[in-house]
């Protein structure tokens, strides 16, 4: 027996005996793919406009309304709050999560209304909510289920994920990792790597606060299908291949050649912006990503490079931010491209692109200014990732003399001669004073 319980096969072996047992029987499948839309063809939808594919986000409204919504919209709820306050959390399994959901839809459409939805939620009365539902709408099977699980309530999170997820790890991962205390795997990128395939394993899609939603590309997603045909193909690829090799093509951002390499890169050739994210993502990459994380995620703050491209530096307000926060939200709940976005805002052109993707704009023009076009153009806009050595073309050789002797992947990123007269005499004395270097 291992001897750490944080160690994989250990955490596993102290499981509550009071644990339903059939928590822990995985299939192969994630009935959120297109079987799962089906189950959906006898619900009429109130709104003809609406569309699985142009629901990207949801009205910034309470969890409730924004419940309601994703139901009638037939769109599966990528949102933090709702999943917390309505129960989803409480599952480890996207199967479980997807069944919920279901349910969801069902009483939405035979005539819940969100502020029963709220009340139920204040009163904790949740559960009773839903199996009353489902038992006068003839959902006596889901009524069962609901019924019998132990727990579930608002805000109810899964007593036993970690069990789960160890569980479902140790089903395939190497010998060697099932002792491995989580936060020993090294180098992070193998550990991330590691998490990514159990959540496949159970269904689930990265969230918009993890690393692996920028790191593995699912950022570029404009909507739900979409998502799911991201998940579908790496869920290809890594019936394919092995950690230590998808580690390393994310680390090296090689993951198109690893698509490529065993037969599936029409996987991915009509996933919009992946490819391009993807080649660059361990080196640098556009903040317009970290602009769209910001959008869907409402309990963080802009990161600076987020605040100095896309205006919201200017504000002066929270209620400016929050309206400038909700413009961009609008802009990818349409399915709007978000490379031309990026585009708009290297040139400085943010507010007239806007003008023209969305309309009438509910922010003033001047909140949309930034410090751009700055020569080079492929430079801007770009978040890096690690260390980066800025430098004009007469010192590029002494600049990359000191990023190879920083031996962390520091990286030489040109810059106009006129940007700085300093920059040259740093360069040059800090690789004079390096042991054994030459210059070229």
């Known amino acids: 027996m291992a001897t750490g319980i944080n160690t994989l096969a250990a955490y596993c072996q102290f499981i509550p005996e009071t644990v339903d047992k059939s928590l822990f029987r995985y299939e192969d499948v994630d009935p959120r793919e297109a079987d799962f839309f089906s189950r959906f063809s006898g619900i009429e939808v109130e709104d003809e406009d609406i569309k699985i594919d142009d629901a990207a986000n949801l009205p910034t409204t309470d969890a409730a309304a924004r419940l309601v919504v994703a139901c009638r919209k037939r769109f599966f709820p990528m949102d933090e709050e709702i999943s917390h306050t309505f129960g989803f959390k409480f599952f480890a399994k996207g199967a479980d999560r997807a069944r919920l959901f279901r349910v969801y839809c069902h009483i939405v459409h035979s ?4 502020e029963q939805l709220r009340k139920a939620c204040e009163d904790d009365d949740l559960q009773e909510l839903l199996i009353s539902s489902c038992n006068k709408t003839g959902l006596a099977d889901d009524a069962a289920w609901l019924k019998g699980l132990q727990g579930f309530s608002t805000n109810s999170q899964c007593p036993v994920f970690g069990n789960i997820f160890c569980d479902v790890a140790s089903q395939w991962c190497p010998p060697q990792l099932c002792d491995t205390i989580m936060t020993d795997i090294r180098p992070l990128a193998k550990r991330q790597a590691f998490v990514f395939w159990t959540q496949m394993k159970l269904g689930l899609i990265p969230n918009v606060d993890e690393d692996n939603w920028i790191d593995l590309g699912f950022c570029t997603a404009p909507n739900w299908q979409s998502l799911l045909h991201m998940r579908r193909a790496y869920r290809k690829l890594l019936h394919e291949t092995c950690l230590d090799e998808f580690w390393s093509a994310v680390t090296h951002s090689t993951i198109p050649f690893l698509f490529e390499k065993h037969g599936l890169s029409n996987e991915i050739s009509g996933l919009r912006n992946f490819r391009g994210l993807m080649k660059v993502v361990a080196q640098s990459y556009e903040s317009v990503w970290q602009l769209k994380r910001y959008a869907q995620w409402e309990r963080t703050g802009p990161v600076s490079a987020v605040a100095v491209d896309y205006g919201f530096m200017n504000c002066k307000t929270p209620k400016q931010c929050q309206r400038l926060r ?5 802009y990818f709940a349409k399915g709007k491209d978000e490379m031309k976005l990026h585009q708009a805002c290297i040139r400085g052109n943010l507010a007239p692109f806007l003008r023209e993707a969305l309309g009438r704009l509910s922010v003033p023009d001047q909140l949309l200014t930034n410090a751009y076009p700055v020569e080079p153009l492929d430079q801007m806009g770009m ?14 050789n002494e600049a990359e003399i000191v990023a190879r002797a920083e031996g962390n992947g520091a990286r030489v990123v040109s810059i106009l001669e006129s940007h700085t007269d300093s920059m040259r005499g740093t360069m040059e004395d800090m690789a004079a004073s390096l042991h054994d270097c030459t210059y070229s």
Do not use: E, M, R
């Open 111 to 114: 005539g819940t209304a969100d």
């Open 326 to 330: 909700q413009l961009y939200a609008d």
């Open 383 to 396: 978040i890096t990732v690690g260390k980066t050595i800025f430098a004009p073309p007469s010192v590029h």
